[in-house]
């Protein structure tokens, strides 16, 4: 079991994938300090990135965790350094393998492949661009005004909230969309005993999955229902 006095070096031993939310927060993963001491340097939320690790060891618990417990301003960081992560390590990462796959093995549907890679790719990058640019400043800018009350993040929340609450509406179908890939993959998956590239594509897409499920769980039922409620309170008092 994970504890505050638990170094990186030791979680990493029994789960490598731990190293890669690690590295989002800039934490060397083979470090024998302690949690507490990093997370304390650091300025990170010991609870909340413990909850992060038990849910990536096992995705069961996802459902048991209370992430409502953290700011909007420790859920929003922790997505941003993922979409950074996702866009400059794992994505490139999956594209190599799945081109290495391409030249290793001639499958007749490589050309099909390679296009609905490039389809999801687009799609997804696109997706987080969005939230980067109409999702994450509202939610900064809330939660500040909440603190602060200062007039033009009064204005800024009046002007933005409608598109984004039409926004977190349609978000859901989205990420349904993007769930659907891995059933595409598996459907393709040839048959074969040795460790091709395509089958560490296969793999790098189900870990890429599994991350998905934790990030979408916390923007989605998380911070998205922290920022209705957060605005249907605002409504009664500051309109
Ligand atoms: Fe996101
Ligand atoms: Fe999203």
């Not at 389809?119 to 640019?133: A, G």
């Amino acid at each position: 079991m994970v504890s505050q006095l638990s170094s990186p070096k030791i979680i990493s031993k029994y789960d490598r994938d731990i190293s890669h939310l690690f590295s989002r927060y800039n934490i060397n993963s083979d470090s024998d300090d302690n949690l507490l001491s990093i997370c304390n340097q650091k300025q990170i939320n010991i609870n909340f990135l413990i909850d992060l690790i038990n849910c990536y060891n096992d995705l069961t618990n996802l459902n048991k965790t209370n992430f409502n417990n953290y700011s909007v301003l420790d859920l929003v960081d922790y997505l941003e350094k993922s979409h950074d992560f996702y866009l400059n390590k794992r994505i490139p990462e999956i594209e190599q393998s799945l081109n290495k796959s391409c030249v290793q093995q001639k499958f007749t549907f490589n050309l099909l492949l390679l296009n609905f890679f490039q389809v999801y790719k687009k799609d997804i990058i696109s997706h987080f661009e969005t939230e980067e640019t109409i999702l994450f400043p509202f939610c900064k800018i809330l939660s500040r005004y909440s603190k602060m009350k200062q007039h033009e993040d009064l204005v800024y929340v009046l002007e933005n909230k409608d598109a984004v609450l039409d926004y977190m509406d349609i978000h859901k179908k989205n990420n349904d969309e993007v769930g659907d890939l891995q059933k595409l993959l598996l459907k393709y998956s040839p048959s074969n005993n040795h460790l091709s590239y395509f089958e560490i594509f296969l793999n790098q897409m189900s870990i890429f999955q599994k991350d998905l499920k934790i990030h979408a769980e916390i923007e989605e039922n998380i911070l998205m229902e922290k920022i209705k409620i957060h605005l249907s309170n605002f409504e009664i008092k500051d309109v």
